[in-house]
């Protein structure tokens, strides 16, 4: 699906219709499929690109998914690993649609609480609840606060 | 409705407030039977004798009546149901619930779940509003909060009457002094949410050091399970238990206070000096939990 352009960059094919995750923290790519459920085993067609240059961020990732536009709650994740993301929507090889993300003030069910006292890592009917401060994300139900590796707590 | 979940939810005037409302019920200076159409739910999954009873108590004082099951009833009776569900039914009988239960949250989530008031009366490591609310009743009894220096001793990593007692404090003008064992200190979040609420917070090696500052010293247990083994629990408890000889030239007004039930952290021969107010401190369970039935069910 790549062809070796003259000067010697790897070129990747367009879409047709699609999604592509642009401005992705660098390093960031691969959690950001895991948020959207893609593994080796899942069907859509992809390309990723890593450590790509970038004018105003020095190095980025880049993800595009053919025939997948992202849902609300997918864009919450990814803002939280990379807060820079452009989302652009392809229809007939074109963008037709550019948003960034934005980290919401409270986050329902998005990531799971560390904290194996916690109430919401039981079987009661509730969705795990943190809300977004500066120096972490803070469990509303147990007072846990994640400072760091947030990826792996999503959920 | 009002329910009284963590210290968090507290500004410093609804502190005041109730700890106002205290006093008025621990001077008799209130109408008797005030709660005397209401029924209480004791709800308790762990076990409890004070927190229950004087819970029981104060709704007794109040002409109220409370319903309760011990924590064996309670987890038979709700075997495999959800908390979610059990409050739902339960808040249906009665007029109010007091919450006991082993999970953190468990209290936040009733309140979403309840037609009643809930109250938390501990949730696992998390939060026991209540205790709180007669700590900082029983040094106001005696000197007002604001300028005082105030020691926290023990296992300040999973104390948890530390934690919300040092949050209560932060709402007023305290500089908290911190003595714990390595390994047992105040979790560097904590610390850092209370510096970031104006509080000055100084670390000690130990007690002799914080000792001459402080107006209030509370103590705390320190769980021997935190150890590997007895030896090195028996040398930290030895080095952070307090003793008569530790009060030669403190302030006159230093008050010793802890939560109980205490192990080794109190020598008994402490019982007898002026400085000794736990046992005071306990009593002043009844007229602040009086005070908290009131707020929620008037
Ligand atoms: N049809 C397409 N197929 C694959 N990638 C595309 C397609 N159209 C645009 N892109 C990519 O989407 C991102 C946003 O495109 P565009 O809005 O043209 O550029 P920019 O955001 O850099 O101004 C870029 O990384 C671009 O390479
Ligand atoms: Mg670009
Ligand atoms: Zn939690």
Redesign the interface.
Known sequence: MSRKDPSGGLIISPIKNGTVIDHITAGEALNVLRILGITGSTRECLSIATNVKSEWMGTKDIVKVENRELRAEEVDRIALLAPHAKINIIRDYKVVEKKGVEIPEVLRGVVRCP?P????N?????ASTFEVLD??LH?????W?I?DDIANHII | MYHII?I?DFERSDLDHLLDRAQEFDTGNYRPGLLDDKLLALLFFEPSTRTRMSFAAAMGRLGGKSISVDSVEASSIVKGE???DTIRVISSYVDAVVLR??????A??AS?FTSVPVINAG?????HPSQTLLDLYTIRQSMPIDGIDVGLLGDLRYGRTAHSLALALSLYDVTLHTVAPGGLEMPA?IT?ELRERGMEVIEHPSVEEAIRELDVLYVTRIQRERFPDSASYYDVASSYRITTDLLDDVKERLMILHPLPRAGEIDPAVDCTPYARYFEQARNGVPVRMALLHEVMK
């Open positions: 904290n006292g916690c109430i919401t039981t079987n009661e009917p509730v120096k972490g469990c509303l139900y147990c007072d606060l400072k | 963590s968090r959800t908390l979610a239960h082993p999970k953190e949250g468990a936040r989530l979403e949730d696992g490591a998390g939060q979040n850092l």
